[in-house]
Each structure stands twice: as structure tokens, then as C-alpha cells.
């Protein structure tokens, strides 16, 4: 059971470049997320998606863009990366709805660095 | 604003000695749980433990506990009898569902434990 899968684990960008961060989950979650954690500051949220379909923003959400392409997957999109945007992100997923008892599952991160 | 604070960036604990680790949190919302995760050195996230804020019981996981103060708006992760493994960034984090945060999981800024021999 793969849990939540992130790609790439790690990318360097220039300034100006563009990608698309990956996050694929098979445990029928509903609601996914897409965090940057910079040291200090600890987990930061950018984009969510509260149910296939919906996204909106998190605390962060400048400079970048979500798309829920089915229930499974939540791709995070940097249009021209800058070096402020040098994180490790994270996606996660729960399963969602009105339940609070339902922790969150993380993927392996992503260390992004913008050059 | 800061809805989770810990105000500990890092602690020195000794193997077997027992470590508290503080979190408090602010919300108007009745109705919220609290969690904690483990973040070792190879990064990923570990979930520990939960306590959602109808409990009237403190959560316990083994060896972890949470002593959870509700008037306090606090909720502290105890964990006794450290081991070198135990050597981690904490994070607390909460989750609301009835305010315009439904549903989002919020993180404070991160406890760094070492655990010494």
C-alpha cells in the first residue's frame, strides 16, 4: 500500500522556470493538501482540496496553482519559480468530511531549490 | 494570526528521562481535534497521536500521552522513558471544521528533541 506519492523527491530550478509537483494517494481520501516547510516556520499551508472538484487557498498560496485531477491526485504548479519558493513541500491527504479523528498521511516530500 | 504556538524550539532530553513538549492553540470553534507528528532526520512525517476536544480522557499511544488542557487552550505531547530514537522535530498541528478553516490541518513552528545518551 503506497500511502501518498510524491514526485520529484528532488529539483533544482532556475529562476523564471516553471513545474508541476506530483501527488498521487490510493486510500480513497478525500480532502489533499500541499504544504512548504521552511526551517522556523513549520508546516505552511498552501493550496487544499476539500473534496475532488474544489480547491482553494491555503495561508501561502502566491506564486502558485492547484489542480485536483481526480480524487487521487492534487498537482501543485509553479508557473516561474523564484527563490523565495526553495522548500521542502509536502502533500498530504485525509480522509475528510466533518470526521476530526482522521489524521493526515504525508508523502515523502519534495526538496525544491530555486537558483 | 498564529493559531498553534510552540515555544520551544529545541530541548536536550536524557535516554530514559521523560520529555514535555508544549503546544498551545487558539480557536472559537467547539469543535476541533489536535495531533501530533514526528518528523525524523530522514524527513518524512509520522502521525502520533490525536485528541479531539469532546475527549474527555488524555489520549495515550504507547509512550506517548497528551495532557490536554482545554480551558488552557493547551496540549502538551509527554513522552516518557526517551530512547536515542525519539530524536526528532515535533510539530503540533489542529484541525477545525466548523469556521471558514474547515478542514484544514494548521502546524505550530516545531520542537527540535535530542535525546542524549
Known amino acids: 500500500n503506497a500511502g501518498v506519492t510524491q514526485t520529484p523527491k528532488f529539483q533544482v530550478l532556475k529562476t523564471g522556470q516553471s513545474m508541476t509537483l506530483q501527488c498521487a494517494q490510493d486510500?480513497?481520501?478525500?480532502?489533499m493538501y500541499w504544504y512548504r516547510q521552511d526551517p522556523g516556520m513549520g508546516l505552511r499551508l498552501i493550496y487544499y482540496s476539500a473534496s475532488e472538484g474544489t480547491t482553494d487557498k491555503g495561508e501561502v498560496p502566491n506564486g502558485y496553482n492547484v489542480s485536483r485531477l481526480n480524487k487521487r491526485e492534487f498537482s501543485l504548479r509553479l508557473e516561474s519559480a523564484a527563490p523565495s519558493q526553495t522548500s521542502v513541500y509536502f502533500c498530504?491527504?485525509?480522509?475528510?468530511?466533518?470526521?476530526?479523528?482522521?489524521?493526515?498521511?504525508f508523502g515523502q516530500g519534495t526538496r525544491l531549490t530555486v537558483v | 494570526a498564529q493559531k498553534i504556538t510552540q515555544t520551544q524550539p529545541g530541548m536536550f532530553v536524557q535516554e530514559k528521562e521523560a520529555v514535555t513538549l508544549d503546544c498551545t492553540y487558539d480557536t472559537s470553534d467547539p469543535s476541533y481535534g489536535l495531533f501530533w507528528y514526528k518528523q525524523p532526520s530522514s524527513g518524512e512525517m509520522i502521525f502520533l497521536i490525536y485528541q479531539g476536544s469532546y475527549d474527555q480522557q488524555n489520549a495515550t499511544e504507547g509512550r506517548y500521552s497528551l495532557n490536554f488542557q482545554k480551558a488552557r487552550k493547551s496540549a502538551n505531547l509527554v513522552i516518557s522513558a526517551s530512547q536515542l530514537g525519539d530524536s526528532a522535530m515535533y510539530f503540533c498541528a489542529m484541525r477545525e471544521v466548523s469556521t471558514d478553516s474547515w478542514g484544514k490541518f494548521q502546524f505550530g513552528a516545531g520542537t527540535q528533541v535530542v535525546v542524549t545518551p
Open positions: 486510500m480513497n481520501h478525500n480532502s
Open positions: 498530504a491527504s485525509t480522509r475528510g468530511g466533518g470526521a476530526l479523528n482522521t489524521e493526515a498521511f
